[in-house]
């Protein structure tokens, strides 16, 4: 395609493609932006063809939680067009497709439906508008007089009627509509219907593409499959490798140093792991080769005792609640303290990390499962010294994603070992590979302080966070769900070199920890019940309180012999409340049985999805909580793969009932995270119930385990 000189983005948004009229968004970050240089590539969202085929270019990665599929949802019903009529294919990585959320072309923060129901309401509007306008002129009647059902105009006085593909092309020149109106909510079809996902189809009958199942389009060579170990210890690089022990084998291709890995390329991953096997690395390890899980552990309940730093305020306002907040404990009648302690966490994603790459001199195509196209893409123009233009990525199913995927290092390895073996290669890491080299969940510890008046009164809270993330780990604690005065959160701490990044709602999974057993064994000090003390610190009207009341309501009468904790959270907009029904026996196993679940995540647009999705993060989190941590020895992983890193298996899931409080007056918000947060202290506030406190996750430290 060539470029188009002169274009406007007017001209973009109108861009007829493929014999059809393709449909682009406005959005907000770049009106007034010169798009001279995008070719019609770039066109537009939404393709409808001649056939009647709507195709929605989309922007979210489809890593098992359906966001594709629910952002076709929001394109049909607007657009009215059958659900069968409607595909996805990914968007070109340019700005005109960033999520307005996140300004950037990637999935995560629970932000894929939250960022696009808007932007795609007013494409299908758009769309809507222009077909009706079309036909309207070939029948030369008034366009008020005109209607769409299902794929199609209507006249409505005559009943006369062209499906959208028989307009389409007359469509594709009509001038932009200066506004358009969405549909009423009262005529929403498909909105809110529990509509098979698109990509189950392909998951069933084993079609589905992830990015270990790539392989090369017709016509380019054969993909050499590479494996590769890294330094075990974190910041570690290669010293030296004798390639010659293995270059003689059959079928072994290449041995390719990297600053912190090496890898063996091949014609089959089985072929490469025995050879990277067989060499012997020399590593330079570096400073972290002294650090340990217990040095960190020891470091963290030391900084919570640091004031440190806080995002509440600056200036005056915050120097004022620093006194109110000391001023309320000078005078507290008793001061209740307790601390919880969370361990690192690997993301164990079930497709391990890999990725496809075929680089020349002049270009690099990738074939990956990857949550961040966008920061991907200048990673690999930086590490290959390409522009980002010459940078091509096609996004794969993902076999899990959980926040780490966002990060890039497995796709620039791919790249830079393709380049220098001039050939196109899978790279593919191996699940000790995976664990051990991961971007964890970093480790905390947390210290809470109420000040309690003589008629205990909460006069005031204090949580002291330390944290190997420094940059602001106080979600889930800022803003607070309660009415609690002077509420006050710093954080201190530092990471020693451990590499850490974005886990499943972030650090809301430690905070909420934290905030929702303290509320319990506060509400014990108080002479009350946990839900009796939620229920006094949330207002009434609030939708904490509502999915407070309502998971209460769900939960219905206590079973004999079985223990219950509750707990509550806010994460990315959406509300969770959740009760764990367990009974722990005398061997110290805890058998869970039932977790109820409800969310308020506003406008419902799949709640088959959404379910799906809350009994997914409910169990995730359980799985994590109960049984797996991340320890280091040496600045080195302990943990080498799912027997030192379990997981929840089925026979240890608990059924998961779940409701979901549809509020079509609002806009949609999270699902994907929101789950994950509160199920880790409702399970440890019903083991409380039970007769055990448990302040240190896993549960399996403190010789707790499921049954």
């Known amino acids: 395609m060539g470029q188009l000189p002169g274009w406007t983005r007017r001209d973009v948004l109108l861009a007829a493609g493929l ?7 406005r959005s907000s970050h770049s009106r007034g932006v010169d798009r001279s240089d995008v070719t019609d590539e770039l066109a537009g969202w939404v393709r409808i063809a001649p056939d009647d085929t709507v195709t929605l270019r989309s922007n979210a990665s489809e890593m098992g939680q359906g966001a594709p599929s629910a952002l076709a949802q929001i394109l049909a019903d607007e657009l009215d067009v059958e659900w069968s009529a409607v595909r996805v294919e990914m968007a070109p990585i340019a700005t005109e497709f960033f999520n307005p959320l996140t300004r950037a072309f990637m999935t995560g923060g629970s932000t894929a439906v939250a960022g696009m129901f808007e932007p795609l309401t007013q494409a299908g509007a758009t769309a809507r508008a222009l077909l009706t306008t079309a036909a309207a002129r070939r ?32 469509a594709a020149t009509l001038p932009f509509p200066p506004t358009v ?30 990015g270990i199942d790539a392989v090369m389009p017709d016509g380019a060579p054969h993909a050499l499959v590479a494996a590769i170990r890294h330094c ?33 390329v091949a014609k089959d991953f089985w072929t490469a792991k025995t050879a990277l096997d067989a060499l012997h690395p020399e590593w330079r390890n570096g400073p972290m080769a002294a650090v340990s899980s217990a040095q960190i552990a020891a470091k963290l309940r030391e900084a919570t005792f ?10 005056e306002n915050l120097q004022r609640l620093a006194a109110a907040t000391n001023s309320a404990f000078a005078q507290a009648a008793r001061v209740v303290e307790r601390t ?45 010294g390409l522009a980002e233009a010459a940078v091509a990525i096609h996004t794969t199913l993902l076999g899990g994603g959980f926040g780490r995927r966002q990060h890039t290092d497995f796709g620039v390895e791919a790249a830079l070992v393709s380049r220098e073996v001039g050939a196109p290669v899978k790279l593919i890491w191996s699940r000790e590979e995976d664990l051990q080299h991961d971007h964890y969940r970093p480790a905390a510890t947390i210290r809470l302080r109420a000040a309690l008046s003589a008629k205990r009164d909460i006069l005031a809270l204090r949580v002291n966070i330390g944290c190997l993330d420094t940059d602001d780990p ?3 604690l800022v803003p607070s769900l309660y009415a609690i005065p002077n509420h006050w959160v710093s954080y201190a701490g530092d990471n020693p070199g451990v590499p850490i990044g974005p886990w499943r709602s972030v650090d809301h999974s430690q905070n909420v920890f934290a905030l929702e057993s303290f509320m319990d064994e506060l509400a014990a000090e108080l002479g009350l019940s946990g839900l ?124 998961v009932i779940v409701r979901i409080l549809d509020r079509p007056e609002l806009p949609p918000s999270g699902v994907g995270e929101p789950p994950v947060p509160p199920i880790a202290p409702a399970l440890c506030n019903a083991i409380a119930a039970a007769g055990r406190r448990c302040r240190e996750l896993p549960l399996s430290r403190q010789g707790l385990l499921l049954a």
């Not at 640091?306 to 200036?315: C, F, H, I, N, Q």
């Open 139 to 170: 029948w030369s009647v008034p366009a008020a007089d005109c209607r769409t059902e299902r794929g199609r105009v209507i006249h409505t006085p005559t009943g006369r009627e062209l499906r959208y593909g028989e307009v389409v092309a007359a």
């Open 232 to 264: 075990p210890v974190f910041g570690g690089t290669l010293e030296q490798v004798d390639a010659t022990a293995v270059t003689h084998r059959p079928g072994v291709r290449a041995v390719v140093p990297l600053a912190n890995a090496v890898a063996v």
């Open 306 to 315: 640091e004031d440190g730093r806080t995002t509440l305020g600056v200036g």
């Open 19 to 25: 014999g059809g009229l393709c449909i682009g968004l």
């Open 340 to 384: 919880y302690e969370l361990p690192l966490l690997a993301h164990a994603t079930l497709e391990p990390m890999n990725a496809t790459a075929w680089v020349t001199s002049e270009r690099a195509v990738l074939w990956v499962p990857t949550q961040t196209q966008s920061a991907l893409r200048r990673a690999l123009a930086k590490a290959l």
């Open 532 to 655: 009796a003390l939620r229920r006094k610190l949330l207002a009434p009207q609030s939708r904490a309180r509502g999915v407070l009341d309502a998971v209460v309501e769900l939960a219905g009468a206590p079973v004999a012999g079985r223990s219950r904790g509750v707990a509550v959270a806010e994460r990315s907009g959406s509300y969770v409340a959740e009760i764990a029904e367990i009974s722990l026996g005398s061997d110290s196993r805890v058998k869970v049985h039932r977790v109820f679940a409800v969310i308020d995540c506003g406008l419902v647009v799949n709640p088959s999805t959404v379910e799906a999705q809350m009994q997914g993060g409910i169990l995730f989190g359980l799985s994590t909580a109960a049984l797996s941590e991340i320890t280091l020895e040496a600045g080195h992983v302990v943990q080498r793969n799912f027997d030192g890193f379990p997981l929840l298996t089925m026979a240890q899931a608990p059924e």
């Open 474 to 476: 106080t979600g889930g």
């Open 181 to 210: 109106t969405p549909k009423p909510r009262a005529t929403r079809r498909l909105i809110g219907q529990p509509l098979p996902r698109l990509d189950i189809g392909g998951k069933v009958n084993g079609s589905a593409v992830f």
